[in-house]
């Protein structure tokens, strides 16, 4: 059972808090009950050692949930509940929770709401004012994020916790590997989603009370992530891998917007193609082989790289493993069918990249650069996820 710290410098009026979240999202519908004996014994252990070591107080145990904890047949939040594999362990969490009068932490998708669910549109999803509105009874619902609050806000009430405080220890939307998964609309989703966080509105069974933390997820992209929900689930950053900006966005802090990392290093600017001048008849079987072990998400219907055409995408798959390689000449062998070049054969919106000098390569002032790229965006972490509203 994994454990995560959630650090808050400075940022409440009662001073630092501190969070340790027991496991990632345990209770994922995929994962099936696998982890459901363990995770109440595995927090309740933490939370005596806490007490052992006089920090009850001052550091809360937490249990990230995942979106799917909670559903709503019917697509109305009063209807909303837990899933019925989950009502026992709930309710032992929900309790344990309480007791300590530690939050409940969940991960709230927009996104895969919208993906999931026909009657939701984009412009719900995207808080636009233009978008069709939901009812359920008298309250009325002008975006998803509300939507989802409140189907978990009833789903906690059928078992007895009303009140119970919620951290939304997750939201974003990506930027690549599906259809609306674009730098764009993820700038739109990030203003739309602050300035309703900004407004304190809360939600109609909620009102001015929102979720009393949110944290945005990702800051960089996750090439070895999961893709157990769709191939977006590597594209939730808002940088790059290498630490560039996807978009404009300042998180509402005035004109501070993101920064892209500086004195980034490289390897050197080659690339692997494919060899146009060979027989090509196996080459798919090679590109499906590439992209067992490397990210070739972008190739995904709707996704940067979708529309450029055979054989562009089968170099694609070939560099990315070449890359992922750190560019060693046999990583771009593939029985004789690959290339390396210097031309850079990115297309429009699809990025062949090139992959980072990492720290171990042979010279010491770039393992220097690399490590404080790293420390600039743990900082920058730090900074921009820990926000209160």
């Given at each position: ?36 004996p363990f995770v109440i014994g595995a927090a309740m252990n933490i939370q005596a050692a806490l007490t052992k070591a006089n920090l009850a107080g ?120 599906a259809a609306n998964a674009t730098s764009s609309i993820a700038e739109t989703f990030m203003k739309g989603l602050i300035d309703h966080l900004h ?191």
């Amino acid at each position: 059972m994994s454990v995560w710290i959630f650090l808050f410098p400075g940022r409440r009026s009662k001073g630092n808090e501190r969070y340790v979240a027991v496991g990632d999202e345990p209770f994922l519908q995929s994962y099936g009950d696998q982890f459901h004996p363990f995770v109440i014994g595995a927090a309740m252990n933490i939370q005596a050692a806490l007490t052992k070591a006089n920090l009850a107080g001052e550091v809360k145990v937490v249990v990230p949930c995942s979106f799917d904890t909670f559903v709503s047949e019917s697509g109305r939040p009063s209807k909303g509940h837990f899933r019925t594999d989950l009502n026992k362990t709930m309710i032992e969490l929900l309790t344990f929770l309480s007791k300590h009068h530690s939050p409940f932490f969940v991960t709230i998708s927009p996104f895969i709401s919208f993906q999931q669910n026909k009657n939701i549109s984009l412009d719900f999803s995207l808080f636009k004012e233009n978008a069709r509105h939901h009812s359920d009874s008298h309250r009325t619902y002008k975006n998803s994020f509300d939507l989802s609050c409140d189907t978990l806000v009833s789903a906690l009430s059928k078992i007895g916790f009303p009140e119970i405080d919620i951290v939304v220890a997750r939201i974003g939307w990506p930027t690549d590997g599906a259809a609306n998964a674009t730098s764009s609309i993820a700038e739109t989703f990030m203003k739309g989603l602050i300035d309703h966080l900004h407004s304190k509105t809360g939600t109609p069974l909620r009102p001015r009370n929102p979720p009393i933390e949110t944290f945005i997820f990702s800051l960089l992209d996750e090439d070895h992530r999961s893709i157990t929900s769709g191939n977006f689930e590597r594209h939730w950053g808002v940088f790059t891998f290498d630490g560039q900006a996807k978009y404009h966005f300042n998180f509402g802090q005035g004109t501070k917007n993101l920064v892209n990392a500086q004195f980034v290093e490289y390897l050197a600017p080659k690339w692997c193609v494919v060899n146009n001048n060979k027989d090509l008849s196996n080459a798919s079987a090679s590109a499906l082989e590439a992209c067992s072990t490397s990210d070739c998400t972008a190739l995904s219907p709707g996704g940067s790289c979708s529309n450029i055409s055979w054989p562009s995408n089968i170099s694609y798959a070939f560099n990315s493993y070449y890359q992922q390689n750190d560019q060693r000449a046999d990583s771009c062998d593939f029985g004789g069918l690959g290339l390396i070049t210097t031309v850079d054969p990115s297309v429009d919106t699809c990025r062949f990249f090139v992959e980072l000098q990492t720290s171990h390569s042979t010279s010491a002032h770039e393992a220097y650069i690399f490590l404080r790229i790293i420390l600039l965006l743990a900082c920058l972490f730090s900074c921009l996820l820990g926000f209160t509203w």
